[in-house]
C-alpha cells in the first residue's frame, strides 16, 4: 500500500511535535573603538570565527564591530586580527561578514535589532529573523560599569533597557531559549533586572571587579585578547558539530586563579538543567532529521499543468500582434554609445 500526500504531512508533523527548538542564531556585538581596544575586536571575532566553524551560517550571524582593526594604519599586519601573541589564528580571516560597523554600532541599532523594530528598508542582512523557535546566543564585548555597557564611547545600554529588550523579544515571539554572554567589567550587573523566561546569563566578572586582559603582544603594543573569551575560546576549539561537551562544562572553563575575576551565572530563569544541554545547542546549527526505511512517493507534475505552464511562459515572451517569440535579452549594464 503505497503512502499518501497526506499521509507525509501527519508523519512530518509528529516529527515536529514537541520540538521548540528548530534554528540557532548569534548575535556578536563589539561595542569599543580605538585603537587600544584592539582586544575587544579581537573577542568578537574569535567567538565569530568559532560559532561558524561549528556550522551557524552567516545568514544567521549578526556580527557588530565598532571599529576596523584590520585597516587601521597602526596595525603593522594589514588586513589581519589575532588573538595571540604567537599569531596561530588570523581571526578576521577571508570571509568575515561584518553585518554592523563603524558607527552603525549604537545601543539604538542594538535594540531596534533584537526586537525587530527595523525600517522596512533595512537588508536582510541587517536582520535578526528569528522565531519561537530560535535558541540566540548574544555576545557582548566592550567596557562597561555598574549596570551599564559603553558603546563608542559616547553612549551607553542599561542593565534595564537589556532586560526590556529581552522581555519584548519574548512578547512577539522572537525566541526560544538565549545564552547570553557579556565580557566586561562588572559584567554580572548587566544581567540583574533580567525577568524573562528562558534565559541563561554569563559574566565574566561580578559587580565590583573588573575583568582583565589576558596578554600583549609586543609588535603592536596592545592587549590582544580578554581572560575569560581567551578560555572559552580554548574551550570551543575542542568542541566538534557532534560534541557531547554541555552547557555545565563551558560554565568551569575560566575558574578564578586563571580569571582572576569571579565568572557570574545566573540560571534561575532558564528552566532546563545545564548538564543536559549540549553546548551546539546555541554554538553549532540544528539539523532536524527524520530517518525512514519506506519509500516515499513524491507527486510529480502532471502533463496537462505542465502544458499549461509552457504556455503561460509562450504567451509572455510575444509581441502584441506578432505569433513568432520575441529573443530575451539581459541588458546592457553600461551605455554602449554616447549620444553627442
Same mark, same amino acid.
Given at each position: 500500500m503505497?503512502?499518501?500526500?497526506?499521509?507525509?504531512?501527519v508523519s512530518a508533523s509528529q516529527f515536529l511535535k514537541g520540538k521548540t527548538h528548530t534554528n540557532n542564531w548569534a548575535v556578536l556585538v563589539d561595542t569599543s573603538r580605538f585603537w587600544f581596544n584592539y582586544r575587544h575586536v579581537a573577542n568578537v571575532l574569535s567567538m565569530y570565527r568559532s560559532v561558524k566553524r561549528l556550522g551557524i551560517p552567516d545568514?544567521?550571524?549578526?556580527?557588530?564591530?565598532?571599529?576596523?582593526?584590520?585597516?587601521?594604519?597602526r596595525n603593522p599586519r594589514p588586513a589581519t586580527v589575532f588573538n595571540n601573541a604567537q599569531q596561530h589564528i588570523n581571526v578576521y580571516g @577571508?570571509?568575515?561578514?561584518?553585518?554592523?560597523?563603524g558607527y552603525e554600532v549604537t545601543v539604538e541599532n542594538f535594540v531596534r535589532l533584537l526586537t525587530g523594530r527595523l525600517a522596512p528598508s533595512t537588508p536582510r542582512s541587517k536582520r535578526l529573523l528569528t522565531?519561537?523557535?530560535?535558541?540566540?546566543?548574544?555576545?557582548?564585548?566592550?567596557?562597561?560599569?555598574?549596570g551599564f555597557l559603553k558603546f563608542q564611547d559616547s553612549e551607553e545600554i542599561t542593565n534595564v533597557e537589556l532586560a526590556d529588550a529581552f @522581555?519584548?523579544?519574548?512578547?512577539?515571539?522572537?525566541?526560544?531559549?538565549?545564552?547570553?554572554?557579556?565580557?566586561?567589567?562588572?559584567?554580572?550587573?548587566?544581567?540583574?533586572?533580567f525577568y524573562s523566561p528562558n534565559i541563561?546569563?554569563?559574566?565574566?566578572?561580578?559587580?565590583?571587579?573588573?575583568?582583565?586582559?589576558?596578554?600583549?603582544?609586543?609588535?603592536?603594543?596592545?592587549?590582544?585578547?580578554?581572560?575569560?573569551?581567551?578560555?572559552?575560546?580554548?574551550?570551543?576549539?575542542?568542541?566538534?558539530?557532534?560534541?557531547?561537551?554541555?552547557l555545565a562544562q563551558f560554565l568551569q572553563v575560566c575558574p578564578k586563579q586563571v580569571c582572576i575575576s569571579t565568572v557570574g551565572v545566573r540560571r534561575d530563569l532558564y528552566k532546563r538543567d545545564p548538564?543536559?544541554?549540549l553546548i551546539t545547542e546555541f554554538f553549532g546549527s540544528v539539523r532536524n532529521v527524520e530517518l525512514t526505511n519506506q519509500l516515499l512517493d513524491l507527486p510529480l507534475c502532471k502533463k496537462a499543468e505542465q502544458i499549461q505552464i509552457n504556455d503561460s511562459i509562450e504567451s509572455e515572451t510575444r509581441d502584441e500582434g506578432n505569433s513568432t517569440p520575441k529573443k530575451l535579452v539581459f541588458a546592457n549594464q553600461l551605455p554602449l554609445h554616447r549620444s553627442s
Open positions: 503505497q503512502s499518501t500526500a497526506a499521509d507525509h504531512e545568514s544567521q550571524i549578526i556580527l557588530m564591530v565598532a571599529d576596523d582593526m584590520a585597516c587601521n594604519p @577571508e570571509d568575515v561578514e561584518v553585518d554592523y560597523r522565531d519561537d523557535g530560535s535558541n540566540i546566543l548574544i555576545y557582548m564585548t566592550g567596557h562597561g560599569g555598574d @522581555e519584548q523579544m519574548w512578547q512577539k515571539k522572537r525566541y526560544n531559549e538565549i545564552l547570553f554572554i557579556i565580557d566586561t567589567c562588572q559584567a554580572a550587573s548587566m544581567y540583574e533586572h541563561l546569563a554569563i559574566a565574566s566578572s561580578l559587580v565590583g571587579e573588573d575583568s582583565l586582559s589576558h596578554h600583549v603582544d609586543p609588535a603592536i603594543g596592545v592587549y590582544i585578547i580578554d581572560r575569560f573569551t581567551y578560555y572559552a575560546l580554548e574551550f570551543l576549539e575542542k568542541v566538534t558539530p557532534d560534541s557531547k561537551k554541555t548538564n543536559n544541554v
